[in-house]
């Protein structure tokens, strides 16, 4: 018995012994974890905002094929708002008044990629923001009220309006590239085994008027049957110049992941934006598809092309313009082009051939550093103090590097497969530095599980210090390809449309002007919306009548909007305050059809309804 009870005296003295040398040589977990638990409150406190407080910047993100535009909060990354650009959205009745009805013209869809704010001096100057569409369009915003108020296009011999939006300095242009090659004009029919000779490219030029931002025909460019990918404009010393990359440059059709891969560089298009203006303006060019088009051919010095690597996706324009950053996908360095030296080899002839008449500038002459960044590397944005940040889309991370140097200084994982990024005000030529976000093309297994069709990832990274660090993932609806991140107290939109700015002929302000006329079969009716009622409260009309009605909301308080929904007849539009919209329809059955408000505005929301009657 005593042996017995000495045995376990040893085992317990044994297992405490044990546990004495573990707790010596293994960290403490309660010390582990609290550095954790403070690493997460040190993060959680940078991108926090109390309820009240506002964020510092607005992102303006491209909504891919939803064709919208998404707006954020940075740092919260609170989604604020959804504006409808290129497709209908009944949350806001877009697409169903007359109006928006108008702008989207027979296409409801919109693949939206690139959006540009517009600038003076190379500075977001906070009044508009560009957004292309791959059906041939660009829409301008109106950073007044959020609200789209232009859509111009398509634009004839631009086929698959990829390479787009993107603005010059002083937004006197908004740019536009094909990503598609065909035989022009629109409509010629040649087989592809022409495509070489027969199919072209086209660069076109949007002339932006400087006072209201509406866009029109400016100037186009025959350019050679390469894919035309992305764009920027020269800035400081290179201002006057546009970049486009260029893939597909051994012209070839069929799988091309194969046929497309064979060169070891494609291109980057350098074009002399005010050469092709002159020109256009001299009336220099030919007539393809009721658009002047300039033929590099005939009109040397437009066009240079400048070696880069392999199917190149983002070319990026350093805040002083003098790098011209370009950015092979199927290489492992980002190459910097000195645009100092591309002037000297354009004024050398230092070239090694030309493709269509185009001269191509002998690399090693225009080439000021290989920058080893990692695998796939896709776009760059700019920090203060010669900072850069490359995607890596590969490698799924961001390299930070430095502009002069070229030293590869830090890098910061990104789940998954980052696309585009976006810095604050880092297209713009005095970047902030302090927030910079990865646009994912993957989110797998970091958020709830939502079935087969996945969010997409947006990380928030802080770049205020030498090492980059990941603060936050927030998720979209598909798809965004790029984004712009300007400073808030650089827009000023309105909440209210002021009574004396409404000048739209059929307001009304008083109930008692409310109403209904008849000219033959056309039905004007003219209604108040005001809490909490629609005047008239019903209107009868006869089968086959056209009726337009016109809504104005004749609220001046904020957040008063009130909606327009009529059963049986797929209408529902929205009215803001001070705002006249009109929807128009054709009475095509008879019966009895209500009306309401589809946007909550008072207590008695329910009670704000009327009925159509159709005899």
């Keep these: 018995m005593m042996q017995s009870r ?46 009240g407080d506002l964020d510092e910047y607005y992102m303006f993100a491209s909504g891919g094929h939803s064709g919208q535009v998404y707006v954020y909060g940075i740092p919260s990354m609170r989604h604020l708002v959804t504006i409808p650009v290129f497709t209908p959205y009944p949350a806001t009745g877009y697409g169903f008044d007359d109006d928006s009805k108008a702008m989207l013209g027979s296409l409801t869809w919109g693949d939206a990629h690139h959006p540009a704010l517009s600038e003076t001096d190379g500075e977001y100057d906070g009044r508009w923001l560009f957004i292309n569409d791959m059906n041939g369009r660009v829409a301008r915003i109106d950073l007044r009220d959020f609200k789209t108020r232009q859509i111009f296009g398509p634009v004839p011999n631009v086929h698959g309006n990829h390479a787009s ?25 040649v087989e592809i085994e022409k495509y070489a000779t027969e199919y072209k490219g086209v660069v076109a030029a949007l002339k932006v008027d400087p006072k209201t931002g509406e866009m ?16 920027d404009a020269g800035k400081r010393v290179s201002d006057g110049w546009m970049f486009w990359t260029s893939y597909n440059t051994e012209r070839a059709t069929g799988k091309l992941e194969v046929t497309a891969s064979q060169r070891d560089r494609d291109y980057i298009a350098a074009i002399d934006w005010r050469a092709a203006e002159k020109a256009a303006a001299a009336g220099q060019g030919d007539t393809i598809g009721g658009v002047k088009v300039l033929d590099p051919r005939r009109i040397p010095g437009l066009v240079y092309l400048m070696p880069c690597g392999k199917s190149p996706h983002g070319v990026d324009v350093s805040p002083d313009g003098k790098w011209i950053i370009g950015s092979g996908k199927l290489q492992g360095v980002t190459t910097a082009f000195n645009f100092e030296k591309i002037q000297t080899a354009i004024r050398n002839k230092d070239f090694t051939g030309e ?37 890596l889309f590969v490698d799924s991370a961001i390299a930070k590097w430095k502009l002069g140097t070229w030293e ?59 090492k980059m660090k990941l603060l936050l993932d927030a998720f979209t609806e598909p798809e965004p390809h790029y984004a712009q991140i300007i400073k808030a107290d650089k827009l000023k939109p309105i909440e209210v449309y002021p009574k004396e700015e409404n000048k739209h002929p059929l307001a009304i302000w008083d109930v008692k002007d409310a109403g209904v006329t008849r000219d033959g079969n056309n039905v004007l009716v003219k209604m108040i919306a005001v809490r909490s009622t629609l005047t008239p409260t019903s209107f ?41 919209k009109t929807v128009t329809f054709t009475a095509d059955k008879p019966g009895v059809f209500a009306y309401y408000c589809t946007n909550f505005c008072s207590a008695l929301h329910q009670e704000m309804q009327g009925y159509l009657i159709v005899r």
């Design 6 to 51: 000495n045995r376990w005296v040893w085992v317990v003295l044994g297992v405490l012994a044990v546990g004495v040398l573990a707790s010596r040589c293994a960290p403490d977990r309660r010390t582990s974890r609290r550095a954790t638990v403070s690493d997460v409150a040190a993060a959680a406190q940078k991108v926090y905002v109390a309820p």
């Design 165 to 189: 939006s993107f603005v010059t300095p002083n937004t006197e242009y908004t740019m536009m590239a094909s990503r598609f090659s065909i035989p022009l004009p629109e409509g010629t029919a």
């Design 216 to 231: 029109s025909l400016g100037f186009q460019i025959l350019m050679p049957p390469f894919d035309y990918d992305l764009g």
């Design 355 to 391: 493709e269509d008449g185009i001269p191509v500038l002998r690399y090693e002459a225009i080439k000021e550093a290989e920058v080893p960044v990692g695998l796939g590397p896709l776009h760059t944005q700019f920090g203060p103090d010669g900072d850069a940040y490359t995607s």
């Design 408 to 466: 590869v200084v830090d890098k910061v994982p990104m789940s998954y497969s980052i696309g585009h990024l976006s810095a604050a005000e880092g297209d713009s030529v005095s970047p902030d530095g302090k927030w910079l976000v990865g646009l994912n093309k993957l989110s797998h297994g970091r958020h709830l599980p939502v079935g087969p069709s996945q969010p997409e990832s947006s990380q928030l990274v802080d770049i205020t210090e030498e």
């Design 540 to 580: 009868e009309v006869r089968k086959g009548d056209v009726v337009k009605v016109a809504i104005t909301n004749i609220e001046q308080t904020t957040d008063e909007l009130h909606g327009f929904g009529l059963l049986g007849h797929n209408i529902n539009i929205v009215v803001d305050p001070g705002e006249t």
